[in-house]
């Protein structure tokens, strides 16, 4: 199957001479139609950055970012406008991402406003992207403050559907829920791909997270994509010690079994201190 989103050998660098970071370094991947890309690591591994790039919302050094086989690295603001047809995102943050002295309809109303659709039908779409994320058509005309982290997720995932795209970059979307909240929106954002057919790169810090809605995942460390296979392979028996490190890092209801993890967790940092010295 051909590719919808392909990275060749990316590089990110900020800042210039000897003050530069480099928060990629030769990152290659690739999403295909309809699939979902897990993306995971701790902060500061360089994951959000890469979602970032392929928004346009980091400076791309070298290397590519092409869309249907078009780079999209170097768009100008016109072409950009236009390529969030097809690409979407969604924030950690939902509330930072409405305007909270607009309407939920008006919200979402907008994005379909600037390309030309005529009021009544954008109402209708806005109505019809409602009803998919489960709110209500009462909601219409109230505001972001009235909501809860879970409702206003949803109207942010509205949103980022309404105008169709193919590819949605969700930025750590459940990292910011309570654990029900999140179990909720997941089973939403599984739900959606199955009915759209959407492709998402789903970053996040949690590999219980990534495994409950991810086809593949890719391991981020230190700027570099580490391992990377089926999702259920990477978060259950990863090959990578970084990747075990993780794994053992995320908890389990049981106390036995979580006291077990810790253990490994912590000897497999004293491999890692070692080495360093």
């Known amino acids: 199957m051909t590719a919808l989103l392909e990275v060749n050998d990316l590089v990110v660098d900020y800042g210039h001479g000897r003050r530069a970071f480099r928060a990629l370094d030769g990152i290659s991947l690739d999403i295909a139609p309809g699939e979902c890309l897990g993306l995971v690591g701790e902060s500061g591994s360089g994951k959000s950055t890469l979602g970032k790039a392929i928004l346009g919302l980091a400076p ?12 999209i690295s170097g768009l100008g603001r016109r072409a950009r406008r236009r390529l969030a047809d097809d690409v979407q995102v969604v924030f950690q943050d939902p509330y930072g991402s409405l305007n909270p002295a607009m309407t939920i309809g008006d919200i ?6 600037t390309t030309g659709i005529g009021a009544t039908a954008a109402e209708s779409k806005v109505r019809e ?17 009235e909501f809860s982290g879970g409702q206003r997720q949803r109207i942010a995932i509205a949103r980022a559907l309404v105008r169709g795209p ?14 029900t909240t999140q179990a909720t929106i997941l089973d939403l954002f599984i739900e959606l791909q199955r009915d759209t057919g959407v492709a998402y790169l789903f970053v996040s810090h949690d590999l219980g997270v990534v495994r409950r809605v991810c086809h593949r995942v890719a391991v981020m460390y230190r700027g ?22 993780l794994r053992l890092a995320s908890p389990v209801a049981d106390p036995v079994a979580q006291r077990e993890r810790r253990a490994g967790w912590l000897a497999l940092r004293e491999v890692r201190d070692a080495a360093v010295r």
């Open 60 to 71: 791309v050094t070298s290397g590519s970012i092409r869309f249907e086989g078009q780079e």
């Open 108 to 113: 979402l109303a907008e994005p379909l406003l």
């Open 129 to 145: 992207m409602l009803d998919r994320v489960r709110l209500p058509e009462s909601v219409m005309d109230r505001y972001p403050s």
């Open 166 to 179: 193919r590819l949605i970059v969700c930025d750590e979307p459940v990292s910011a829920l309570d654990l």
């Open 224 to 245: 570099e994509i580490v391992e990377i296979g089926d999702g259920e392979q990477v978060t259950r028996s990863p090959q990578h010690p970084y990747s075990e490190r």
